[in-house]
């Protein structure tokens, strides 16, 4: 008889703790935020192992959320206040979340040795400023260059910067890529970052070639000995008329001494031409299609429009993506 009454509760026992952890083609996340009942936040990832947006929904401060996942990625939370914080997800792991909802950088994430290195990161950079924490990170991503931790801090110090500085984050993308030759997370966002980092600020303007849409060639050598601006632009972009209405004044207060050139990241040149068929604006302008991914584009390191790339005389790129508001000041010392 103690047998029957054994076995069932052996099998009850397994269900339960078969039910603490996932399977090993599995992730789960799961936690408490404290002073929180209600909400949502969302998770996404850059890599294709996890694609989309999902939402994670909190209720009565609990929350667990699972899914398949066939390899390592790094992961962002994104919460109501537009904060976030990075993760890594493991397959055949769950990781434990907990904080405060009014201290969500300060949350406790474990359950893996590449979260808790993360999060002990984290809690060692809260208070600090700005700039001593970018220092601390580049010495992280030097400390643990294999690890996933190191790519979300690189990731989120480095790699979405406004202006990356390229003496210090090409050793870094360096050594990462050294460490972790296979990831293709990794080798993805170089592939993306390093031309940005290749026109960085005192860098040489690299060479090129394009069509204009009057069907000029052009090249680098075109643009010798004057200072240089190029403009990156597009018609569906609203905020580019800023832009163009401030390099038009550039033009009229420097008719001669100030080279323009328009790269337009519009899906298609016919597109591009109808966008500026009524436009004064006095300049070569390029459209390749393809958006971001076109040639030009691409070997420019373009990342955002309405951007910029102001190259002086020498060759040299004196500024990028400079901001609309401060580009007249910016031009007119560089041609003082």
Request: glycine share 6%; aromatic share 8%; proline share 5%.
């Amino acid at each position: 008889m103690s047998l029957r009454i054994l076995f069932p509760s052996f099998i009850l026992l397994s269900f339960l703790l078969a039910g603490c952890g996932v399977s090993d083609d599995r992730w789960r996340i799961e936690g408490r935020l404290d002073g929180i009942r209600q909400a949502e936040f969302y998770v996404y990832g850059e890599e294709d192992a996890f694609d989309g947006v999902d939402t994670i929904r909190i209720e009565d401060g609990k929350f667990s959320y699972e899914r398949s996942l066939s390899q390592p990625a790094v992961l962002t939370l994104l919460y109501p206040n537009f904060s976030s914080t990075s993760i890594i997800a493991e397959p055949g792991k769950v990781i434990k979340m907990r904080g405060d909802a009014a201290k969500l950088s300060e949350a406790d994430i474990s359950g893996s040795k590449e979260n808790e290195l993360l999060t002990d990161f984290r809690f060692a950079c809260v208070g600090k400023p700005e700039n001593d924490s970018r220092l601390a990170a580049a010495q992280f991503v030097r400390d643990h260059p294999a690890s996933l931790a190191a790519l979300a801090v690189f990731r989120k110090y480095f790699a979405t910067a406004r202006t990356p500085d390229p003496a210090v984050v090409l050793p870094l993308l360096d050594v990462m890529k050294k460490a972790q030759p296979s990831n293709i997370a990794l080798l993805n966002m170089e592939a993306r970052l390093r031309p940005v980092l290749e026109t960085g600020k005192g860098r040489s303007c690299p060479d090129f070639s394009a069509v204009s849409l009057t069907g000029e060639k052009l090249s680098r050598s075109d643009f010798s000995g004057r200072p240089f601006l190029v403009l990156f632009w597009a018609t569906w972009n609203t905020d580019c008329t800023m832009q163009l209405q401030t390099v038009r004044r550039l033009q009229r207060a420097y008719p001669d001494r100030l080279q323009l050139m328009v790269v337009s990241l519009d899906a298609s040149p016919e597109v591009c031409r109808r966008g500026v068929e009524n436009d004064s604006l006095r300049s070569v302008m390029v459209c390749e299609g393809g958006a971001f991914a076109s040639p030009l584009a691409c070997r420019l390191g373009v990342r955002r429009v309405p951007g910029n790339l102001l190259v002086g005389a020498d060759g040299k790129i004196v500024d990028r993506d400079v901001p609309v508001k401060e580009l007249e000041e910016r031009v007119a010392r560089l041609l003082e």
